[in-house]
Protein backbone atom coordinates (compact mmCIF):
# COMPACT_ATOMS: atom_id res chain seq x y z
CA UNK A 1 0.00 0.00 0.00
CA UNK A 2 1.30 3.56 -0.62
CA UNK A 3 1.83 6.51 1.88
CA UNK A 4 -1.13 7.89 0.78
CA UNK A 5 -3.70 5.35 0.80
CA UNK A 6 -2.03 4.63 4.63
CA UNK A 7 -2.30 8.72 5.35
CA UNK A 8 -5.99 8.74 4.18
CA UNK A 9 -6.47 5.25 6.40
CA UNK A 10 -5.26 6.88 9.35
CA UNK A 11 -7.19 10.06 8.59
CA UNK A 12 -10.85 7.92 8.69
CA UNK A 13 -9.26 6.28 11.83
CA UNK A 14 -9.21 9.97 13.40
CA UNK A 15 -12.81 10.96 11.96
CA UNK A 16 -14.22 7.42 13.14
CA UNK A 17 -13.01 8.40 16.74
CA UNK A 18 -14.56 11.81 17.11
CA UNK A 19 -17.74 10.73 14.82
CA UNK A 20 -21.17 12.04 16.22
CA UNK A 21 -23.63 11.07 12.88
CA UNK A 22 -25.68 8.96 14.94
CA UNK A 23 -26.92 8.56 18.64
CA UNK A 24 -24.03 5.61 19.33
CA UNK A 25 -21.57 8.23 19.84
CA UNK A 26 -23.34 8.93 23.11
CA UNK A 27 -22.67 5.70 24.78
CA UNK A 28 -19.66 4.56 23.53
CA UNK A 29 -16.05 4.68 25.55
CA UNK A 30 -14.12 3.90 22.26
CA UNK A 31 -15.40 3.81 18.33
CA UNK A 32 -13.39 0.81 16.93
CA UNK A 33 -12.49 1.71 13.51
CA UNK A 34 -10.70 -2.31 12.72
CA UNK A 35 -7.09 -2.72 13.04
CA UNK A 36 -3.96 -4.41 11.75
CA UNK A 37 -2.91 -4.73 8.46
CA UNK A 38 -3.58 -2.32 6.17
CA UNK A 39 -1.96 -4.17 3.31
CA UNK A 40 -4.54 -7.29 3.80
CA UNK A 41 -5.57 -9.58 0.89
CA UNK A 42 -8.35 -10.77 3.49
CA UNK A 43 -10.95 -8.36 5.24
CA UNK A 44 -12.67 -9.78 8.03
CA UNK A 45 -15.88 -7.22 8.40
CA UNK A 46 -18.37 -8.31 11.42
CA UNK A 47 -21.59 -6.78 13.06
CA UNK A 48 -19.97 -4.24 15.44
CA UNK A 49 -17.95 -3.88 18.86
CA UNK A 50 -19.70 -5.37 21.91
CA UNK A 51 -18.49 -4.83 25.23
CA UNK A 52 -14.65 -5.73 25.16
CA UNK A 53 -14.10 -4.09 22.07
CA UNK A 54 -16.00 -0.46 23.10
CA UNK A 55 -13.49 -0.79 26.16
CA UNK A 56 -10.21 -1.29 24.04
CA UNK A 57 -11.12 0.11 20.73
CA UNK A 58 -9.95 -3.24 19.18
CA UNK A 59 -12.19 -5.27 16.85
CA UNK A 60 -12.52 -9.03 18.08
CA UNK A 61 -10.93 -9.03 21.16
CA UNK A 62 -13.26 -10.96 23.59
CA UNK A 63 -14.46 -15.13 23.66
CA UNK A 64 -15.64 -14.51 20.01
CA UNK A 65 -12.45 -13.07 18.85
CA UNK A 66 -10.00 -15.44 20.72
CA UNK A 67 -11.99 -18.04 18.95
CA UNK A 68 -11.56 -16.28 15.77
CA UNK A 69 -7.82 -15.85 16.27
CA UNK A 70 -7.52 -19.55 16.87
CA UNK A 71 -9.15 -20.33 13.89
CA UNK A 72 -7.26 -18.09 11.70
CA UNK A 73 -3.82 -19.59 12.98
CA UNK A 74 -4.97 -23.54 12.80
CA UNK A 75 -5.49 -22.02 8.79
CA UNK A 76 -2.45 -19.91 8.65
CA UNK A 77 -4.18 -16.56 8.87
CA UNK A 78 -3.75 -13.98 11.51
CA UNK A 79 -4.41 -10.35 11.71
CA UNK A 80 -0.87 -9.61 12.27
CA UNK A 81 0.08 -10.66 8.48
CA UNK A 82 -2.65 -10.08 5.69
CA UNK A 83 -5.89 -10.10 8.11
CA UNK A 84 -7.60 -6.67 8.50
CA UNK A 85 -10.52 -6.76 10.87
CA UNK A 86 -13.45 -4.39 11.17
CA UNK A 87 -17.19 -3.73 11.36
CA UNK A 88 -19.93 -2.67 10.17
CA UNK A 89 -20.78 -0.49 12.62
CA UNK A 90 -18.00 1.42 14.87
CA UNK A 91 -19.92 2.02 18.21
CA UNK A 92 -21.25 -0.38 20.24
CA UNK A 93 -25.11 -0.45 20.80
CA UNK A 94 -26.49 -0.18 24.22
CA UNK A 95 -26.71 -3.72 25.97
CA UNK A 96 -25.41 -5.27 22.70
CA UNK A 97 -28.51 -4.41 20.44
CA UNK A 98 -28.72 -5.10 16.97
CA UNK A 99 -27.38 -1.84 15.04
CA UNK A 100 -30.55 0.16 13.51
CA UNK A 101 -30.70 0.72 10.11
CA UNK A 102 -30.00 4.49 9.96
CA UNK A 103 -26.88 3.60 12.08
CA UNK A 104 -25.56 1.02 9.59
CA UNK A 105 -25.96 3.64 7.19
CA UNK A 106 -24.11 6.00 9.21
CA UNK A 107 -21.34 4.30 9.32
CA UNK A 108 -21.57 2.35 6.07
CA UNK A 109 -19.42 4.55 4.17
CA UNK A 110 -16.60 4.58 6.33
CA UNK A 111 -16.21 0.78 6.09
CA UNK A 112 -16.57 1.25 2.12
CA UNK A 113 -13.67 3.99 2.67
CA UNK A 114 -11.99 1.43 4.52
CA UNK A 115 -12.54 -1.38 1.84
CA UNK A 116 -11.10 0.46 -1.45
CA UNK A 117 -8.36 2.20 0.36
CA UNK A 118 -7.01 -1.51 1.57
CA UNK A 119 -8.19 -3.08 -1.42
CA UNK A 120 -8.76 -6.87 -0.62
CA UNK A 121 -8.80 -9.86 -2.57
CA UNK A 122 -11.56 -11.20 -0.08
CA UNK A 123 -13.44 -9.70 2.09
CA UNK A 124 -15.49 -12.02 4.74
CA UNK A 125 -18.98 -10.53 6.06
CA UNK A 126 -19.41 -12.94 9.60
CA UNK A 127 -22.98 -13.05 10.67
CA UNK A 128 -26.12 -12.28 9.21
CA UNK A 129 -26.55 -8.41 10.55
CA UNK A 130 -22.72 -7.91 8.22
CA UNK A 131 -24.04 -9.75 5.49
CA UNK A 132 -27.38 -8.28 5.34
CA UNK A 133 -26.17 -4.67 5.47
CA UNK A 134 -23.19 -5.05 3.20
CA UNK A 135 -25.49 -6.84 1.12
CA UNK A 136 -28.69 -5.80 1.21
CA UNK A 137 -29.86 -9.10 1.21
CA UNK A 138 -32.73 -11.45 2.84
CA UNK A 139 -30.48 -14.71 2.23
CA UNK A 140 -30.26 -16.58 5.43
CA UNK A 141 -27.42 -17.74 6.10
CA UNK A 142 -27.56 -21.59 5.45
CA UNK A 143 -28.13 -20.75 1.72
CA UNK A 144 -25.01 -18.19 1.25
CA UNK A 145 -22.54 -19.54 3.45
CA UNK A 146 -18.80 -20.76 2.11
CA UNK A 147 -20.07 -19.55 -1.26
CA UNK A 148 -17.59 -16.86 -2.84
CA UNK A 149 -19.85 -14.10 -4.94
CA UNK A 150 -18.92 -11.07 -6.44
CA UNK A 151 -20.90 -8.18 -5.54
CA UNK A 152 -19.92 -4.12 -5.40
CA UNK A 153 -17.13 -5.49 -7.79
CA UNK A 154 -15.80 -7.36 -4.63
CA UNK A 155 -15.11 -11.38 -3.90
CA UNK A 156 -17.41 -11.80 -0.98
CA UNK A 157 -17.81 -14.98 1.53
CA UNK A 158 -20.14 -14.93 4.18
CA UNK A 159 -19.66 -17.07 7.14
CA UNK A 160 -21.00 -17.39 10.78
CA UNK A 161 -19.90 -15.38 13.40
CA UNK A 162 -17.61 -16.94 15.90
CA UNK A 163 -20.12 -15.85 18.89
CA UNK A 164 -22.93 -17.77 17.36
CA UNK A 165 -20.74 -20.50 17.19
CA UNK A 166 -19.61 -19.80 21.31
CA UNK A 167 -23.55 -20.14 21.28
CA UNK A 168 -23.80 -23.01 19.00
CA UNK A 169 -20.45 -25.04 19.04
CA UNK A 170 -21.93 -27.60 16.13
CA UNK A 171 -21.32 -23.96 13.70
CA UNK A 172 -17.67 -24.53 14.68
CA UNK A 173 -16.71 -26.82 11.62
CA UNK A 174 -18.94 -24.86 8.99
CA UNK A 175 -16.90 -21.74 10.06
CA UNK A 176 -13.46 -23.77 9.49
CA UNK A 177 -14.07 -25.41 5.94
CA UNK A 178 -14.86 -21.24 5.64
CA UNK A 179 -11.57 -20.29 6.77
CA UNK A 180 -9.71 -23.35 5.06
CA UNK A 181 -10.98 -22.46 1.95
CA UNK A 182 -9.84 -18.72 2.53
CA UNK A 183 -6.70 -19.66 3.24
CA UNK A 184 -5.99 -22.04 0.24
CA UNK A 185 -6.91 -19.24 -1.99
Known amino acids: MDKNNTKLLNQIKDQVSICTKCPLHETRKNAVFGEMDYNAKIMIVGEGPGANEDKTGRPFVGRAGKLLDEILHKYGLSRE ?14 KNRQPKKPEIEQCLPYLEEQIRLINPKLIILLGLTAVKSYLDTDDQMKNIRGNIITRKT ?10 AILRNPNLRSLLEQDIKKVSKL
Open 81 to 94: DGVFISNIIKCRPP
Open 154 to 163: RNIMASYHPA
